[in-house]
Nanobody
């Protein structure tokens, strides 16, 4: 029903910045909570940031607070994750996810999300 494609990952030096994009297609229209998750090598997928349907509410994992900004452009059906002051521990595959929601609440658990992108690799070198 909804297709998500991430882009913007790459190799960056510690302290650098990246902006990830998530392009949505299919049955869209701002009716989904959007989230970004990270899966580091050998670890489980973890929540990074989420944003409500209107873009007015955002929520961040403690590790992302102060360094990451999530945003969305509903007119373009695109979500973004701006990451600054990157650290080697930020390395991993970043996934965009969408959750059908009748409310503006943001959920941080991966099983609650209905659609996932293929992921984009982020590698932060020391």
């Amino acid at each position: 029903q909804v297709q998500l494609v991430e882009s913007g990952g790459g190799l960056v030096q510690a302290g650098g910045s990246l902006r990830l994009s998530c392009a949505a297609s299919g049955r869209t229209g701002g009716s989904y909570v959007m989230g970004w998750f990270r899966q580091a090598p050998g670890k489980e997928r973890e929540f990074v940031a989420g944003i409500g349907r209107s873009g007015m509410i955002a929520y961040y994992a403690d590790s992302a607070k102060g360094r990451c900004t999530i945003s969305r452009d509903n007119a373009e059906n695109t979500a973004y994750l701006q990451m600054n002051s990157l650290k080697p521990e930020d390395t991993g595959v970043y996934y965009c996810a969408a959750r059908r929601s009748a409310s503006a609440s943001i959920v941080t658990t991966a099983p609650a999300y209905d659609y996932w992108g293929q992921g984009t690799q982020v590698t932060v070198s020391s």
